[in-house]
């Protein structure tokens, strides 16, 4: 398990070291437009001067989390759906590819299949 945090701690890392390597290039870009004179560049500096980072460590961790559990729910889904296609292919390999169909909502024990 410590080895499992650890690769999520430095996977973490390395996302916010980029995301503000993104950051600070976007800011870099925006600070040689010219200004028009309506706040822009004031409101730069309050973004230059505003870098929190433990609420930016945190975002980066809870998008981690996201990822994670979105896999997780993927892999659950893909391994249910094995299994009804498992089921499937058994019933037609017992019963031939004429016997009764099967779906979400009527189950094999649903229609009687004559021998």
């Not at 889904?77 to 009764?100: D, F, M, P």
Request: aromatic share 6%.
């Amino acid at each position: 398990m410590g080895e499992v945090q650890r690769l999520l701690d430095e996977l973490s890392q390395t996302l916010c070291k980029f995301r503000e390597m993104r950051r600070v290039a976007m800011i870099n870009l925006l600070n040689q437009v010219r200004c028009c004179e309506c706040g822009h560049k004031k409101r730069l500096l309050c973004a230059v001067q505003q870098t929190p980072k433990k609420q930016q460590r945190k975002s980066c961790s809870s998008n981690v989390s996201r990822l994670l559990t979105a896999c997780l729910s993927l892999m659950l889904l893909l391994t249910i759906y094995g299994g009804h296609l498992a089921r499937r292919y058994n019933h037609v390999r017992a019963y031939g590819s004429n016997a009764c169909g099967s779906t979400f909502f009527y189950t094999y024990t649903d229609c009687d299949v004559c021998v």
